[in-house]
Every structure is written in C-alpha cells, then in structure tokens.
C-alpha cells in the first residue's frame, strides 16, 4: 500500500487548506485513515482519525477547526482545515491501516504565516 499526500502549502493565519491522501496498490479493505503532523523540534502528533465506518476524532487544538473525511470507493482521506494558526505549521502525515499494519505517507508541508 501507498500513500500519496497533497494539498500542503504556504497559508495566511485565518485561511483554509484542505489535505488529500490517496492510497493504492493491493487494497483489500481499509481500516481507520487519519493524519499526524509534526513541528520543527518537535514529536510527531496525532490530528484526527476516521474509521472505515465514518467515526471520527481529533486533538482537542484542532477541534472546531479541522475536519477529516474519507471516500472509501476512492480510498482517499481529506483533511479541510480552516482558521489557520501559526502553530498549526508543520508537515503533515497520513497513515491508513490495512491488514493489521499502519501505512505512512511522505508528509505535506503546511507553513501558516503572514
């Protein structure tokens, strides 16, 4: 399995991004998708998280803010952030489960500054 994230780039405090990584190759079934991030000098950190389902959840410093959502015919997650914050730099990661192992994508950039 792969994953391919898009959708990073340079933003202003207060705008939108929205995230995209598709998954491919031999694809059963996927289980949970979801992004970590993580800052210069920092750990890597969760984000938010959907199960195949639709269930959700997310860091309490995203939520209200960012949204993730998931197009299992695409095998695709998305990650709609709004209201973007300085803090909120970093490179992003998406990971998608299958088969009992954690997949990882090479990781976005996401720069908010002014």
């Known amino acids: 399995v792969q994953l391919q994230a898009s959708g990073g780039g340079l933003v202003q405090p207060g705008g939108s991004l929205r995230l995209s990584c598709a998954a491919s190759?031999?694809?059963?079934?996927?289980?949970?998708m979801g992004w970590y991030r993580q800052a210069p000098g920092k750990q890597r950190d969760m984000v938010a998280g959907?199960?195949?389902?639709?269930?959700?959840n997310s860091a309490d410093s995203v939520k209200g803010r960012f949204t993730i959502s998931r197009d299992n015919a695409k095998n695709t997650v998305y990650l709609r952030m709004n209201t973007l914050k300085p803090e909120d730099t970093a490179v992003y990661y998406c990971?998608?489960?299958?088969?009992?192992?954690?997949?990882w994508g090479k990781g976005t950039l996401v720069t908010v500054s002014s």
């Open positions: 990971y998608a489960d299958h088969n009992g192992v954690r997949y």
């Open positions: 190759g031999s694809i059963l079934r996927l289980n949970a």
């Open positions: 959907i199960s195949s389902g639709g269930n959700t």
